[in-house]
């Protein structure tokens, strides 16, 4: 079992959809959780972070996090064909160095 | 300001042949870590830095792999004797390191290609 498992897609969307993201992790013991985005031949970029339980939104992005059940997850609304990227879940636990990344999901947002 | 720049932005080598790898933080960062993506592979933890403590490195996969870190700013990432199974894109990261909970910035990463 992987420690990170994301869906690699493609998810495909019609612009102006919502796109949902969902990422499960095995380590209990993970505290923080990192959604990045990824664009063809580019580095990361970091787009949302939660540490807590529930949801947190930023702008068009809501980030979503149970730990009883280990999943994060990652809404994105009124989807705009700019947002087709790889989308990379990212767990890691408090004080530690590493961040542990899914193998990332690919998003088509189609005009 | 300034993001987490690396040089260079591609390398070509022989297999073989000796590479350094540099990355630059983002100023007042004190952790800076480093990470590889292959074609089809995630993205691969290598070693992380955080101050004056001892760098974790138990992401290296071989002991061709080293890095340092002068002045607890610019790291330079070395492989030795380099295969072709090294070629991939090399990124490096930086975080303030003062929350615990480790948001990392990403540099533009250096992509090495070994002939």
């Known amino acids: 079992q992987k420690e990170v498992e994301q869906n690699s897609g493609p998810l495909s969307v019609p612009e102006g959809a919502i796109a949902s993201l969902n990422c499960t992790y095995s380590d209990r013991g993970s505290q923080s959780f990192f959604w990045y985005r990824q664009y063809s031949g580019k580095s990361p970029e970091l787009i949302m972070f939660i540490y807590s339980n529930g949801d947190k939104e930023d702008g068009r992005f809501t980030a979503q996090l149970n730990k009883a059940s280990q999943y994060v997850s990652l809404l994105i609304r009124d989807s705009q064909p700019s947002d087709s990227a790889t989308y990379l879940c990212?767990?890691?636990?408090?004080?530690?160095?590493?961040?542990?990344f899914g193998q990332g999901t690919t998003l088509q947002v189609k005009p | 300001g300034a993001g987490v720049s690396q040089s260079p932005s591609n390398k070509v080598t022989e297999k073989g042949k000796d590479v350094e790898l540099r990355c630059d933080p983002i100023s007042g960062h004190t952790a800076l870590y480093w990470y590889r993506q292959s074609l089809g592979q995630g993205l691969e933890f290598l070693i992380y830095f955080q101050g004056n403590s001892a760098p974790d490195k138990s992401g290296l996969p071989s002991d061709r792999f080293s890095a340092e870190r002068t002045g607890g700013s610019v790291s330079t990432l070395t492989i030795q004797r380099t295969q072709q199974e090294d070629s991939a894109v090399y990124l490096c990261?930086?975080?303030?390191?003062?929350?615990?909970?480790?948001?990392?910035?990403f540099g533009p990463g250096t992509r090495l290609t070994v002939l």
């Open positions: 990261a930086s975080s303030s390191g003062t929350s615990g909970y480790n948001e990392q910035f």
């Open positions: 990212a767990v890691a636990r408090v004080n530690t160095g590493k961040l542990i």
